[in-house]
């Protein structure tokens, strides 16, 4: 069950928000019950055999993190000493960390792992056919988070299991994020504010989200996949190709988080942000602060940080550069394109570190979006491509001027084919909205154009998802 099918939108939800708030709002615990137990369901519901995992994946972090919260630094704990405290809190948290990489390990990369060890060693391993349980790296790397703020003391353990379980399970974020921390969420689990204008606001930004993701980035995903299926590529292909899929990704995956964010503000929760419009930015630095911030924080705090981040010299600062966006690249899949996207981006950071940061700070403003434009849809060139040869096949052709009448008129058949949804996508990846209604969000007449066009999305969107396939979420996979 994903957010833009019918049964979630006409059945699962409506149902959830009205058992939700029948019960009152005093009886705070019965509501988070509900909530529970609705996420159970809807993860048993895309796979049944998933939720097993989930299950032992909450109830292994939950008794990991009792387990270093009762061994305190520093205390005598049932007569163990003062020392060995800290050592048994740390041997819980490696204990826990290889529990969670042992899960993502299995079901994400065993199937890699052997195929390279195959290629390597000249061996003829069975691969493993395991299939890949729907947003098991979030719901993995929040029993993370969780772990390592009850180890570095940020959030106290905590001995409800079932609030542990609604923090890594609810549905709105279970499957694509944002990756939340335990100790934002748990006030909100304890005691929140449910109003009807927090849910009219959720409401308005899920439709939204989805209308960025149906009536846009699908379409825009049809004019991608249209181009690329092509046996050669010519140069204006290959350009408009990277160009509709940096906007496909950005209006797919924001537009999930905006209904996530929507969801769970419906039922008083507050969600991290994601997105704040990445393409804007000047750099490649500053793209990293505004693309799917909650991975990019979590990278920060629990990998490149306790690697040593700035404070061990500039060389290991660029080693731990490097291995934050290797792992980066291989969160995202098993496969040695998204390792090669990682390490790209680690260059660059590392190259705008050294000094092109400093640069581009002095030159004119467009040449600092111009260069991160350029990086950005060359990075998306490799991340989205099948394979390492593809990757460097559709740069070649972006680079090297392959000039053919039918690729040339292909692409400007297509450009005026998609010529609104491509439009529409730059409209939407630039402020606009966002100023709209810092300037004029209090007018009556704003708010009455912004509720009518909420409608109007919605009938649209409801006709696009009766009329067409199912496209899922592009993020899903990863």
Known sequence: MVFNSPVFLFLFLPATIAVYFIVPKKLRGIRNF??????????????????????????????????????????????????????????????AVVFNLCILGYFKYAGFFVANINAVAGTAFNIPDIALPLGISFFTF?????????????????????????????????????????????????????SVDKASAGIRRFIFGMAKKVLVADVIGALTAELLSVSSLGTADAWLGAAAYTLQIFLDFSGYSDMAIGMAQIFGFKLPENFDYPYTARS????????????????????????????????????????????????????????????YFALLLALEKLFLGKLLEKLPRFVGHLWSLLAIVVGWVIFSAPSVAAAFS???????????????????????????ELIAGVIISLPFAKFIAGRWGSCPWYMLARDISVCVLFLLCIARVAASTFVPFMYFKF
């Open 142 to 194: 929040q029993g993370l988070s969780y772990v390592f703020d009850v180890y570095k003391r940020k959030v106290a353990a905590n001995k409800n299991f079932f609030a542990v379980a609604l923090y890594m399970t609810m549905f709105p974020s279970l499957i694509s994020g944002p990756i939340a921390r335990f100790g934002d969420i748990l006030p909100q689990i304890i005691n929140r504010d449910e």
């Open 284 to 343: 490649v630095t500053e793209f990293w602060r505004r693309w799917h911030m909650s991975l990019s924080s979590w990278f920060r705090d629990y990998v490149y940080i306790p690697l040593g981040g700035n404070r061990r010299g500039l060389l290991r600062q660029l080693l731990n550069i490097a291995v934050v966006w290797a792992l980066t690249g291989l969160w995202h899949g098993a496969a040695w394109n998204f390792v090669l996207w990682g390490l």
């Open 394 to 420: 559709w740069l070649g052709a972006m680079f090297t001027p392959i000039i053919g009448a039918s690729s040339g008129a292909r692409a400007l058949f297509l450009l005026g084919e998609y010529k609104l």
């Open 34 to 95: 509900i909530l529970l137990a609705a996420s159970l369901g809807f993860s048993f519901y895309g796979e049944p055999k998933a939720i097993f995992l989930l299950l032992v994946s909450v109830t292994g972090n939950y008794l990991f993190a009792l387990a270093i919260g009762v061994f305190r630094a520093g205390d005598v704990v049932d007569a163990v000493p003062r020392k060995s405290g800290a050592g048994v809190r740390r041997l819980f948290l490696i204990i």
